[in-house]
């Protein structure tokens, strides 16, 4: 027999990709009990070693996302500065064992779940009670029991195992009024691809490939242009898959795409014309990064005219920014354009009710497996807008879990708690500003430090945020004596454009490298980032109480809660990462409960 193991727990994120990971670490930071089941040795999905897609998100300037996605980012830049894809991957590692609340099964699939069918409040018909995984490595049965799942699988694994509605494949234009010319629906969506990885080494290296490797013909070659001298070339074309079943054929479809790979490769190493003799393989993909399989039906599906006509949703919860992506289903085989690159308005707006079921009272999901249509996917699958989503999750998660109420109650009542939340914790929701409290008096000429904007973006009509404040000059909010909780919120300027880091644009926005040439900068911190600062505090006896003093600053954002009796709060900037005399802070406000 082999060991069975049952853990009880608040919260269950099923999946470990850049969604489950941020859910799994909003829900703990915020008290929650989680267990994290990721079927792979590695976090990141899509984004870690074994796959190797970039993570990208937004699009546009100022666009880019911040909340715990940005704490990897900058952590990434501070502890990776050659993008080494295993240093990564141990980065997303520790940002999740350092959250006590976190119980982390690695190596875990989930092959089961036990739910019931009912009346449940609001016209739920469906409960989960608890999900069933096998850990391959100790030869584990777990059976994890939660008060709330999150399925951030990108399979929606959960769907099949209870029964819970979700879609797949390409609506026709007439069931949501989208731009699509297709008349009828379809069970066709997006393929997967296996990657390939170069390095540019000081000498001439063969590549000698196998007897059984079918060539790629001129024809095939030239549909899909190669230039491992360009910084943006990361093979993402190398598809194929979307006209079968992405779940059940997913073995078959490797089976093509590793020969296929390897077929680029020897095309580009064997054709003079591509001058990369001197490149070497770095990685090949074994493990198709997929692009898209089963969506969630929630309580709304999010349509492409939605985004593409810039919707305002009071439940707004998250952003995207992505063009409308839409890749042909045939992939390589495809003889025209790949895929389709129509522009959306960066940022739009997420809503809330696309995170939970429709069906089950305590399902969320995040990831590419949300409520929307496939036009809708097509841009929002994209790894930094499913990291915020991920994030709104688990948050909802948590305040849900604490008040006793369905992922649904927190849209019927505890929305914008949900939202200031958010924006505490550094997430940008669109047309939304955080909460202030007129009752610290901010001394000096500061106001644009407690406006409630943490960011310039082009919904607040700003090019700029914040000051530019002299190094070594406090910044001082005089209390009320009559205070409760005080909560202070910090948040410098980690230079979200990335101007300031070194190569070109493709090399500044992407956290990883697709290929390696031998002249690849070392990446540093955003020299306009705060590198040092003090928070300091002078008690109702006069005695200065240090709050907290930060050396090495790799955060965006900080949100300290403090109880007790203080005459005044003082934020001290004593120097950024460029060494510069002044140092720009988007936010330093006081709010008093």
């Known amino acids: 027999m082999l060991r069975e193991i049952e853990i009880k727990t608040d919260f269950c994120v099923i999946g470990g990709g850049m969604a489950g990971l941020c859910a799994a670490i909003a829900a703990a930071r915020h008290g929650t009990k989680v267990v994290l089941i990721h079927e792979r040795p590695v976090l990141g999905g899509n984004a870690s070693s074994e796959m190797r897609m970039w993570i990208c998100g937004a699009q546009g300037r100022d666009n880019r996302e911040t909340g715990i996605l940005e704490e990897i980012m900058l952590e990434n830049l501070y502890r990776n500065p050659t993008k080494n894809h295993y240093i ?33 409040p609001h016209g739920r018909t469906v409960k989960i009670n608890s999900v069933r995984a096998y850990q391959m490595t100790t030869q584990r049965f777990y059976t994890v029991k939660a008060g709330i799942f999150a399925d951030c699988s990108g399979d929606s694994i959960l769907a099949p195992l209870t029964g819970v509605s979700y879609m797949y494949g390409r609506e026709s234009a007439g069931e949501y009024g989208e731009d699509t010319v297709r008349e009828e629906p379809d069970s066709l969506v997006m393929g997967s691809s296996c990657l390939i990885q170069g390095r540019e080494t000081g000498e001439s290296v063969a590549f000698t490939p196998s007897d059984n490797l079918v060539p790629l013909s001129e024809e095939e070659a030239a549909n899909r242009p190669m230039n491992i001298h360009s910084t943006g070339e990361n093979f993402w074309y190398l598809e194929l898959g979307g006209d079968t079943d992405t779940i059940d054929r997913a073995e078959e479809t490797k089976d093509e795409l590793i020969p296929l790979a390897l077929a680029a490769w020897d095309r580009l190493k064997n054709d003079p014309k591509y001058n990369a003799g001197n490149w070497d393989l770095n990685f090949l993909g074994f493990l198709p990064a997929k692009r898209e399989s089963r969506r969630y039906k929630g309580e709304y599906v999010l349509t492409q005219k939605d985004i593409s006509s810039d919707r305002v949703f009071p439940d707004t919860v998250a952003f995207g920014g992505w063009p409308l992506d839409d890749h042909d289903p045939a992939g390589y085989r495809h003889r025209g354009a790949p895929n389709s690159a129509i522009p959306t308005p960066a940022p739009y707006c997420i809503p809330y009710r696309s995170l939970y079921s429709a069906d089950a009272v305590n399902l969320l999901f995040a990831g590419r497996n949300i409520s929307v249509t496939h036009l809708t996917l097509s841009s929002t699958r994209v790894m930094g807008t499913c990291a915020v989503i991920g994030q709104a999750a688990g948050t909802a998660a948590s305040i849900a879990i604490k008040g006793r109420l369905t992922p649904h109650e927190i849209y019927l009542y505890r929305i914008e708690e949900l939202r200031q939340t958010l924006a505490d914790d550094d997430c940008f929701i669109p047309y939304f500003v955080r909460n202030q409290s007129p009752a610290a008096t901010l001394e000096g000429d500061y106001s644009a430090l407690c406006d409630g904007i943490d960011r310039p973006n082009r919904i607040y009509g700003t090019a700029s945020c914040g000051l530019e404040i002299e190094n070594g000059v406090r910044v001082e909010y005089k209390l009320p004596q009559e205070i409760g909780e005080i909560e202070v919120h910090v948040v410098f300027d980690s230079d979200l454009c990335r101007d300031t880091l070194p190569g070109d644009a493709m090399e500044r926005s992407h956290i990883t490298r697709a290929n390696v040439p031998l002249n690849a900068p070392q990446m540093r911190m955003p020299l306009t980032l705060c590198r040092e600062f003090t928070l300091t505090a002078v008690r109702e006896d006069g005695q200065t109480e240090t709050l907290a003093r930060v050396e090495n600053n790799r955060k965006r954002s900080y949100h300290f809660k403090l109880s007790g009796r203080y005459q005044n709060v003082s934020l001290c900037v004593i120097s950024n990462w460029g060494g510069t005399e002044k140092t720009r802070v988007f936010s330093f406000d006081v709010k008093i409960s």
Do not use: Q, Y
Request: net charge negative.
């Open 88 to 120: 990564f991957d141990s980065i997303l590692l520790d940002f999740v064992k350092n959250e006590p609340n976190i119980t982390l099964l690695l190596n875990a699939a989930c092959i089961g779940a036990d739910s019931e069918n009912g009346v449940f």
